[in-house]
DNA sequence: ACTTTACCTTAACTTAGGTTAAGGTTTTAA
DNA sequence: TTAAAACCTTAACCTAAGTTAAGGTAAAGT
């Protein structure tokens, strides 16, 4: 194995996942891979980055599927750039920004709201179903924790 | 009927949620009701405030675990007062400030990182998992969105 | 009185993001 | 060369937060 392909268990270590991470990713086309003679998993070294934004992007809510999606805007027929990369972040800041705006102001309504009873009132923003980030239209925000 | 009992489809219509999400609940503990001579489910009035307030905890993404957990200082013998539900709420925000806080320093790495390939040193925030909000030690933090 | 609506319980199913186990093959190291 | 370590696939399992279905009882409306 030359400095240019990684095995799955090399991968793995180096990322800091399970190789079963690895085969779940690949199955859900989040990374790619092709087989050496004995059917064994070989990656470019460029997957270690794919992983580590992966990683990063689920730290900050992003779900699996909008990261698969955000990975269509990366190049095929080359490794990506710096700019490619930074790209598909600058996306992802803008969205953030919004997220953590709709965060702030439901803070900002928590303990009035919850102590004057007005949840049940339309106006009221922890109660309103309607409210805010409909232009993301994007699913369930997992923020994953440290412990 | 009286005004002061409720049943379980009432609840559910006056809370917008459905009747087997209030089963749900009470098999996780988080609401309580008593049976009549039928063996259906009734409620006190009060039982909306407390489901209001598993909803508006959900949205900033307080898990039901934890929302249970918060129950417990509300008293058993009396209806939970104003001044009750607003500790209660004081001490959610408090941990909203930690997550917005570490939801705006990751997004500030966010494009600097994913560009730099710093992503593989311990110094950020992005890529380090021993960061930040071991204050709180909770799960995974889910943010429900609107569509 | 009768029919519809509401309610009951139990069990299985759903999505996301993986993890674990079982049983078999390939590589690597001594 | 042989044993250990790494790898393969498939399938089942896990948590959270519910939802759906099936089969049966209670309450309410006409």
């Known amino acids: 194995m030359t400095e240019a392909t990684l095995s799955v268990g090399r991968v793995a ?3 800091g996942v399970k ?9 859900k086309g989040l990374i790619k891979s092709w ?3 004995g059917n064994q998993r070989r990656y470019k070294p460029e997957v270690l980055r794919r992983i580590s ?3 990063a992007a689920q730290k900050v809510g992003i779900s699996l599927e909008e990261i698969k999606l955000a990975f269509l805007s990366l190049p095929d027929n080359r490794t990506p750039t710096v700019e490619d990369w930074q790209l598909l972040s600058t996306n992802w ?3 953030l920004d919004a997220r953590i705006a709709y965060l702030q102001k439901l ?3 928590m303990t009035g709201c919850i102590g004057c009873g ?6 009221c923003p922890l109660y309103n179903p309607d409210d805010v980030l ?3 239209g994007t699913g369930p925000v997992i923020l994953e924790q440290t412990e």
Chains 1, 2 share one sequence.
């Open 118 to 123: 007005c949840l049940s009132m339309s106006k």
């Open 13 to 15: 270590k180096r990322c």
């Open 93 to 95: 800041q803008q969205m």
């Open 35 to 37: 087989r050496n003679d």
């Open 107 to 109: 803070r900002d309504y």
């Open 134 to 136: 409909a232009t993301q």
């Open 19 to 27: 190789v079963s991470t690895l085969h779940f990713y690949e199955q």
């Open 53 to 55: 934004v992966i990683k």
